[in-house]
């Protein structure tokens, strides 16, 4: 077999100067993926109303983007068809993207409720037959905390598509309510008590005064006779909680000690 060294050579030239040019083209789009990924973030971040975590799902997205393309721009340059690798790589995204629709329908919930914040962390809410306090917010799951400090995690596409109720989302007044039976005999030395903490409590609004009354007879037993003690009070939504506990705290040790 007789070796064309001229051939050969030019060969050489030719794939040494693609080499070239493709490495040259990998630096300079690693630089503008790099470039693009900040710009994109100095842009969300324009009067931080954009969720961080938003921020940097948007600002990764863009560099691969920019790196996809330059790669097949590498690709074209040795002279591969790019034309049937992006048709499998097409049909290989979509046999991900149908396998793994219930998460990428949380995704993009999450990326809804972090646009769109229906309720932010902290709130007092109700959602998908579940309700606590926001405690978190990723692009795949809403972290409640229940009342009994009990972690509920729902996936983002449930929260998305179910009715929100914000307890928080407008500023009022929270009511504390609660009821508890006692000896129809110490109702009242108990009601005094209860009445005089809750007006000693800051947390208590003192415009709309706390009142502790006798709501209904319980057992009409004249040897026993147990009647039902209501405490009502209006606090902030968020302390409402703290208040009902120190509540009923102090009741069930008025109780204990009579």
Same mark, same amino acid.
């Given at each position: 077999?007789?070796?064309?060294?001229?051939? /050969?050579?030019?060969?050489?030239?030719?794939?040494? /100067?693609?080499?070239?040019?493709?490495?040259?083209?990998?630096?300079?789009?690693?630089? *503008?993926?790099?470039?693009?990924?900040? %710009?994109?973030?100095?842009?969300?971040?324009?009067?931080?109303?954009?969720?961080?975590?938003?921020?940097? %799902?948007?600002?990764?997205?863009?560099?691969?983007?920019? &790196?996809?393309?330059?790669?097949?721009?590498?690709?074209? &340059? %040795?002279?591969?068809?790019?034309?049937? *690798?992006?048709?499998? +790589?097409?049909?290989?995204?979509?046999?991900?993207? *149908?396998? *793994?629709?219930?998460? =990428?329908?949380?995704?993009?919930?999450?990326?809804? =409720? +972090?646009?769109?914040?229906?309720?932010?962390?902290? !709130?007092?809410?109700?959602?998908?037959?579940?309700?606590?306090?926001?405690?978190?917010?990723? /692009?795949?799951?809403?972290?409640?905390?229940?009342?009994?400090?009990?972690?509920?995690?729902?996936?983002?596409?449930?929260?998305?598509?179910?009715?929100?109720?914000?307890?928080?989302?407008?500023?009022?007044?929270?009511?504390? #309510?609660?009821?508890?039976?006692?000896?129809?005999?110490?109702?009242?030395? =108990?009601?005094?008590?209860?009445?005089?903490?809750?007006?000693?409590?800051?947390?208590?609004?003192?415009?709309?005064?706390?009142?502790?009354?006798?709501?209904?007879?319980?057992?009409?037993?004249?040897?026993?006779?147990?009647?039902?003690?209501?405490?009502?009070? #209006?606090? #902030?939504?968020? !302390?409402?909680?703290?208040? #009902?506990?120190?509540?009923?705290?102090?009741?069930?040790?008025? =109780?204990?000690?009579?």
């Amino acid at each position: 077999m007789t070796i064309n060294f001229d051939t /050969l050579k030019a060969s050489l030239i030719l794939y040494g /100067l693609n080499a070239i040019y493709a490495i040259l083209l990998l630096a300079i789009g690693w630089y *503008l993926s790099g470039a693009m990924q900040r %710009f994109v973030t100095r842009v969300l971040n324009v009067g931080h109303r954009i969720d961080p975590l938003v921020t940097v %799902f948007v600002s990764s997205v863009t560099r691969y983007g920019v &790196l996809a393309v330059v790669g097949i721009a590498v690709l074209q &340059l %040795f002279g591969i068809q790019t034309a049937s *690798l992006v048709a499998v +790589l097409g049909a290989t995204s979509l046999a991900i993207g *149908l396998a *793994l629709q219930g998460t =990428l329908s949380n995704l993009a919930a999450g990326v809804m =409720l +972090l646009l769109f914040r229906p309720f932010h962390i902290g !709130d007092d809410v109700e959602v998908g037959g579940k309700s606590g306090k926001v405690r978190s917010l990723s /692009l795949f799951m809403t972290e409640l905390v229940a009342p009994d400090n009990t972690q509920i995690l729902l996936p983002n596409g449930q929260v998305w598509g179910a009715a929100i109720i914000n307890h928080s989302a407008y500023p009022g007044t929270g009511e504390v #309510k609660v009821t508890f039976p006692v000896r129809a005999g110490s109702a009242n030395a =108990l009601a005094d008590q209860i009445l005089k903490e809750l007006r000693e409590d800051p947390r208590v609004d003192e415009r709309a005064a706390p009142s502790v009354n006798v709501s209904k007879v319980v057992a009409a037993d004249p040897a026993a006779p147990v009647v039902e003690l209501t405490v009502s009070a #209006k606090t #902030k939504p968020s !302390d409402a909680d703290a208040v #009902k506990q120190r509540v009923l705290d102090h009741a069930s040790a008025l =109780l204990a000690a009579a």
